[in-house]
């Protein structure tokens, strides 16, 4: 798959499961687990032990998965990334050069940024998306309408704080896709070997996704609605 085609993916399956557990075992568990729970994506946080060996294993084993490389801090980290056979790239914060190597690799790429200036400076940057994290320590849903309703063909992803309250409500607020952690790979469930669990996170999370993106259209299409005939005796 090519830079496009991954983007259209992410934008497509609204989910990015971020893997930060304790072991490589725990991550690979932690990616069967969520492909198998109908989500094609996976980001392996750098926090994770052996992590580019992670993501060298999941791109050999699961050939249909978009395998990430997350937390990534500096060029050099990305390119051991990109070589074993990663496909997009995360950061926490703008970090410029990581950009440009996705950018001369043809990967994907979505930097960390905050406040508007960030999130501005980061899709300026050549980003695909930016991440805006920790949402939860900014007000939430709310502060992503707002960034959305100023940065209208900035396409966003919504990560820290995200769970199963808060999911629909960042979808509908105007993220393109959520970055979900914890609460769609529990450490217990890990631990515990918990598959069906993570499985059944997955599907719900994903059934959030849908449930919210089918009322925002439906939103669009009153609104459309009610504005036609006003267009019309503006015209007349």
């Not at 508007?116 to 400076?121: D, F, H, N, Q």
Request: aromatic fraction near 4%.
């Amino acid at each position: 798959m090519n830079r496009k085609q991954i983007g259209a993916l992410i934008q497509q399956v609204g989910i990015i499961p971020s893997v930060r557990v304790a072991s490589a075992d725990d991550a690979r568990f932690a990616a069967e687990s969520i492909s198998q729970g109908g989500i094609p994506i996976v980001e392996i946080a750098m926090t994770v032990p052996g992590a580019v060996q992670v993501i060298s294993a999941l791109v050999k084993s699961a050939p249909r998965m978009v395998i990430g490389a997350g937390g990534i801090l500096d060029a050099e980290t990305a390119r051991r990334c990109l070589a074993v056979g990663a496909m997009f790239l995360t950061t926490d914060a703008l970090v410029p050069e990581v950009v440009e190597c996705a950018k001369m690799h043809d990967a994907v790429v979505f930097p960390g940024a905050l406040t508007p200036t960030e999130v501005i400076a980061a899709w300026r940057a050549g980003s695909d998306f930016v991440k805006v994290v920790p949402c939860s320590a900014m007000g939430g849903e709310r502060y992503i309408q707002y960034l959305k309703t100023a940065l209208v063909d900035v396409p966003l992803i919504a990560a820290g704080g995200v769970n199963q309250q808060t999911a629909a409500e960042y979808m509908a607020a105007g993220a393109t896709a959520l970055g979900i952690g914890e609460a769609l790979i529990p450490w217990d469930a890990v631990a515990g070997r918990q598959s069906n669990r993570i499985r059944e996170l997955a599907r719900r999370f994903l059934s959030f996704v849908e449930t919210a993106r089918r009322e925002n259209g439906r939103n669009a299409g009153h609104v459309a609605a009610h504005q036609a005939p006003v267009l019309a005796l503006k015209e007349a």
